[in-house]
């Protein structure tokens, strides 16, 4: 007998991943400029110089301590790196025996997941959401409760004060959002903490609130996204430098417990333990070290701006309906025919790959990952054109 629950996630097929494989087949068939892939959302703009020099410079150092093991939390003085960061752009009294280095931010999640929940207790993600935050809830016993979205995409906060039951434990909040590109307003972040502040208060235990940021500095337009940590006491931060410095392969990014958290060393003390339960043991050392050295750097993300300006207004253009987005790097389109599985086969007919809706949570639109080259995006506008006039968009 194995565990049904992690075998199914094994054998059910990750529907971003499937595409991407049909992609890198049919490129290998009629050639990689004749296939418009906007399947993954892997950075597309190299990391900032200052990650190859901090590479080179680390390389001289020991072997032997560049490579060894590092204390399970981080290596100290990133720790404190990381804290004066956060206090330095947000203002806020981040405290480095709070912050917990992770393998990235899905790590993160899976190590809250272990260190918060209870079998049966409940998370409230809103839709749409990251595909994994199912697995991470489910793999250890507890239950993901959907809120579908407002007609604009924001989060739902009324249907929200619905979900929230006796189990609720935890609530997860993404901003800017993968697939959408929408940035949680101050004004929204205030809401939702009262009405979970509420929820405690009525049901006599804390609610936490776990603010999953890999999109944190792919903004745009001068926008900024508000730190929950301002918001909310029982807040964790879940962040990652895969997408801001473009290493999403070196598995880097940090937990940051909220100082004014009442219980927070105990917190951190299970996200400890969860660490361990996962077999984390450390994040990458030389990757730990490197993100000391270019803390307050991002790769050029004027690019996805670009990229942004040139996809959204080329579909509008066409006819589609599209969702703003303020960050990341997808566009999220809505579909002409309520199938958004459908219309995703229709558009691979014009070697188009577009991710349907439906993993992350919500029917009827696709997932347009904008973090490719500029001439990718120009080459495909006709097949785009194509794809509209099939449907009398345009
Ligand atoms: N959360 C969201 C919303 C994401 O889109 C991703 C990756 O795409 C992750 C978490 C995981 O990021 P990481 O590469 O840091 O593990």
Do not use: W
Request: net charge negative; with cysteine; proline share 7%.
């Amino acid at each position: 007998m194995l565990p049904k629950t992690i075998l199914g996630f094994g054998l059910s097929k990750s529907c971003i991943r499937e595409l991407a494989a049909y992609g890198a087949r049919r490129k290998a068939e009629i050639g990689a400029d004749r296939v418009f892939d906007f399947s993954l959302g892997n950075p597309s703009i190299p990391a900032p110089p200052c990650v190859e020099e901090a590479i080179r410079d680390l390389l001289k150092l020991d072997s032997i301590q560049l490579h060894g093991y590092t204390a399970a939390t981080g290596i100290p003085s990133l720790r404190k790196a990381i804290a004066a960061d956060l206090q330095k752009r947000f203002g806020l009294p981040a405290r480095e025996d709070l912050i917990y280095v992770t393998c990235g931010a899905a790590a993160g999640l899976a190590i809250c997941m272990h260190a918060l929940l209870l079998p049966g207790e409940e998370v409230i993600a809103f839709a749409p959401f990251f595909p994994e935050y199912r697995m991470f809830t489910e793999g250890v016993g507890g239950k993901l409760v959907t809120v579908p979205p407002t007609e604009g995409l924001q989060p739902d906060l009324e249907a929200l004060e619905r979900s929230i039951s006796e189990k609720t434990k935890l609530v997860i909040v993404n901003t800017p959002n993968n697939p959408s590109g929408v940035i949680l307003s101050e004004e929204s972040l205030q809401k939702l903490a009262g009405i979970l502040h509420a929820a405690e208060l009525r049901y006599g235990h804390p609610i936490y609130l776990i603010s999953d940021e890999p999109y944190r500095e792919l903004v745009y337009d001068g926008q900024k996204v508000p730190c929950v940590l301002h918001y909310y006491d029982n807040a964790i931060l879940d962040y990652s430098y895969s997408k801001s410095l473009s290493l999403p392969g070196e598995r880097i990014g940090y937990l940051a417990v909220s100082a004014r958290m009442e219980d927070a060393a105990t917190i951190f003390a299970a996200i400890c333990g969860g660490g361990r339960v996962c077999g984390f043991v450390n994040a990458p050392s030389l990757m730990q070290r490197v993100i000391e050295r270019c803390i307050d750097q991002t790769s050029d993300i004027s690019i996805y701006k670009s990229n942004r300006d040139l996809l959204y207004d080329g579909l509008k253009e066409l006819g589609f309906d599209c969702v703003y987005p303020d960050g990341a790097f997808y566009l999220f389109v809505k579909t002409p025919e309520p199938d958004a599985k459908a219309f995703a086969e229709r558009a691979k007919k014009h070697e188009l790959l577009l991710v349907p809706s439906d993993d992350f949570g919500v029917p009827g639109y696709v997932r347009i990952a904008y973090c490719v080259s500029e001439d990718q995006i120009r080459r495909s506008m006709p097949a785009f054109r194509k794809l509209a006039e099939e449907y009398g968009l345009c």
